[in-house]
């Protein structure tokens, strides 16, 4: 079955990092495309971050050049290491697995991924 864990969330003062984890099992991350989404209370879910299968980045334009995501195919992990945070930034972070969308359909808000992990939420905050 496939699973998706997310984990590293808490509380960070602005402009200060944070390091998210996302745990895999049940599939290969060099099968699927791993993506990061957040959602903050009263907004609408908005795409963060994708690697695909073979490690080449996206990154939506809000997050540019101050977050990094990873992968580690043998370990079945995903890591968002967000920099210089935002009060915008807050909000549950959901890791996502799709086995045949491509990385820049985060940005398609009607498409939905076909996997789901629980979420960890982010506060920014001073």
């Known amino acids: 079955e496939v699973q998706l864990v997310e984990s590293g969330g808490g509380l960070v003062q602005p402009g200060g990092s944070l390091r998210l984890s996302c745990a895999a099992s049940?599939?290969?991350?060099?099968?699927?495309?791993i993506a990061w989404f957040r959602q903050a209370p009263g907004k609408e879910r908005e795409g963060v971050s994708c690697?695909?299968?073979?490690?080449?980045?996206y990154y939506t334009d809000d997050v540019k050049g101050r977050f990094t995501i990873s992968s580690d195919n043998a370990k079945n992990t995903v890591d968002l290491q967000m920099n210089t945070m935002k009060p915008e930034d807050a909000g549950v972070y959901y890791c996502?697995?799709?086995?045949?969308?491509?990385?820049?359909?985060?940005?398609?808000?009607?498409?939905?991924?076909?996997?789901w992990g629980q979420g960890t939420p982010v506060t920014v905050s001073s």
């Open positions: 996502a697995a799709d086995t045949t969308s491509w990385c820049d359909m985060i940005t398609v808000v009607q498409y939905e991924f076909d996997y």
């Open positions: 049940g599939f290969a991350f060099e099968d699927y495309v």
């Open positions: 690697i695909t299968g073979d490690g080449r980045p």
